[in-house]
């Protein structure tokens, strides 16, 4: 079973802080998605990362994918009460059925 | 261009029931996925579908759960005789083609509450 682990489970932190959170796994994913989920929501997509090493940028989101494609990881510069919400990681299987296997998320609260 | 839609948003059942789920993919996506979030859990992965077929069950349960993708219309996942257990929020996915690493786009999914 393929399995990726996100931490910090739960973060709050106050406004203007930076955080990163971890995903790990010790399977090969073919890609990592990342998704911020609101309650009573669905999870909306922040970033596709492909290539081993691959880093991408979204305003104050910084996503880096390790070069063994097993990790992940999302680093936010100065939080706002707007980034609130719980951030999921999820790896796409290699070869036959594309299923996502997803982490179990980190809750994210910003306070002001 | 609207995204996944989800049909009914809430559902209440009682034990014994049917629950019926249903999913609009994006415009031009081919491929259906649907995933279940219990409470506290992360979400997983239950069933992977084309129009008319079913590529991957292996996360369905064995008895009461089945989906369907038909040539028209929405995708369905049915649940047969519900139990409290299968409360839940159920998602659905859709991505435009088999692609390795395609994105998958969710709906806002349909929470079921089987008293």
């Known amino acids: 079973t393929q399995l990726l682990e996100q931490s910090p489970q739960f973060l709050s932190i106050q406004e203007g802080e930076n955080l990163t959170v971890y995903c790990n796994s010790s399977s090969v994913f073919s890609s990592l998605q990342w998704y911020r989920q609101e309650p009573g929501e669905g999870p909306v997509l922040l970033v596709t990362?492909?290539?081993?090493?691959e880093v991408k940028k979204l305003k104050r989101l910084t996503f880096q994918f390790g070069d063994a494609r097993k990790d992940s990881s999302l680093h936010i510069t100065a939080a706002q009460p707007g980034d609130t919400g719980l951030y999921l990681c999820a790896g796409l299987t290699q070869g036959g059925s594309e299923k996502l296997v997803f982490g179990k998320g980190m809750k994210l609260t910003v306070n002001p | 261009n609207a995204g996944v839609m989800q049909n009914p948003r809430h559902l209440v059942r009682r034990r014994g029931q049917e629950a019926r789920l249903r999913c609009s993919p994006m415009k031009g996506h081919s491929h259906v996925y649907w995933y279940r979030q219990l409470p506290e859990e992360g979400l997983k992965f239950m069933v992977y579908l084309q129009k008319e077929n079913i590529i991957d069950e292996s996360g369905m349960p064995k008895e009461r759960f089945s989906a369907e993708f038909p040539k028209e219309g929405p995708s369905i996942l049915r649940i047969q005789q519900v139990v409290r257990g299968d409360s839940a929020a159920y998602f659905c996915?859709?991505?435009?083609?088999?692609?390795?690493?395609?994105?998958?786009?969710f709906g806002p999914g349909t929470r079921l509450l089987v008293l």
């Open positions: 990362v492909v290539t081993g090493g």
């Open positions: 996915a859709s991505s435009p083609s088999k692609v390795n690493g395609e994105t998958q786009y």
